[in-house]
């Protein structure tokens, strides 16, 4: 995944969009990307399709002449395999000039053919961008600071791939612990009032972040892991629930 790499340091959400489709042949780029995403579980089904603007509706939609909409099987962890997957198309896109934005309350309409295997799960919007799809720098990034989600001094620099992540509302729900061999990564638990609106949201985000520390892992010659790792699990920071640990050769 070393050709997303430079994608993370200038991605951005694009919101506004050309109403003129892309061509067939960057479509047809586009669906040949979709066989290529590597799932953080094998074991669970999905399934991307391109859809147009008559088909996705939604609270805060934005009007895109493109929609990737994401399914895939309802079993554990599909959420974070849905982030994890789905963000490989973000950085693809952006690498290929062409922009996106995550939409997490946009919703295709009953005209979608529907599997009954599949969930529909969430959104990514792209098309040709009205103004810039890079950021210039990373001063541009709104994020938290990297001593505010990041216990350990080891890997700072996978970290600051994954800090740089999108996130739902830019709540960076993450944190991570960095130890020689591994770094942790945990999630934030929402309060009551958010967990109906987040709880969903969060668990996409937090694999969008490992997707970052993956290729970040991988683009660092360190052979990245993802694991379950159980003394990790049963020691999460307060306020945090344990996602997974990324695994590195030193
Ligand atoms: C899971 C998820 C859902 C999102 N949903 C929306 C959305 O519904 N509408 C929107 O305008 N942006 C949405 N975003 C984009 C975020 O607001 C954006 O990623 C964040 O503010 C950081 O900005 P950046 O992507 O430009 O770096 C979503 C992002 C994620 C990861």
């Known amino acids: 995944m070393n050709d997303i790499y430079e994608a993370i340091f200038s991605r951005m959400s694009v919101r506004k969009f050309k109403k003129e489709k892309l061509n067939g042949e960057t479509l047809e780029t586009v669906e040949r990307l979709f066989g290529e995403l590597k799932p953080l579980d094998e074991s669970i089904k999905t399934r991307l399709e391109i859809s147009t603007d008559s088909r996705v ?53 009953g005209e979608v053919p529907k599997d009954p295997n599949l969930e529909f799960v969430i959104t990514l919007a792209f098309g040709e961008a009205v103004g810039e799809v890079h ?16 216990r350990g001094d080891q890997h700072l620099g996978l970290i600051e791939a994954a800090r740089l992540a ?28 958010k967990t109906l609106f987040y709880k969903r949201l969060n668990e996409i985000d937090s694999g969008i972040a490992l997707l970052h520390l993956f290729v970040a892992a991988e683009r660092a010659g360190l052979a990245p892991k993802i694991v379950i790792d159980r003394d990790a699990m049963d020691n999460p920071p307060e306020g945090y629930y344990y996602v997974r640990s990324i695994e590195v050769e030193r």
């Open 57 to 109: 509706s939604g609270l805060f939609s934005i009007k895109a002449p493109h929609y990737l909409l994401f399914f895939s099987e309802d079993k554990p962890g599909y959420l974070p395999n849905a982030g994890f997957m789905l963000q490989q198309m973000d950085l693809r896109l952006s690498a290929m000039g062409i922009g996106a934005c995550w939409l997490g309350f946009a919703k295709p309409s």
């Open 166 to 193: 999108p996130s739902a509302t830019n709540s960076q729900p993450w944190f991570f612990v960095s130890k020689r061999e591994k770094i942790d990564l945990y999630c934030v638990k929402p309060g009551f009032i």
């Open 135 to 150: 950021r210039k720098d990373r001063s541009q990034f709104r994020r938290k600071e990297i001593t505010e989600i990041c």
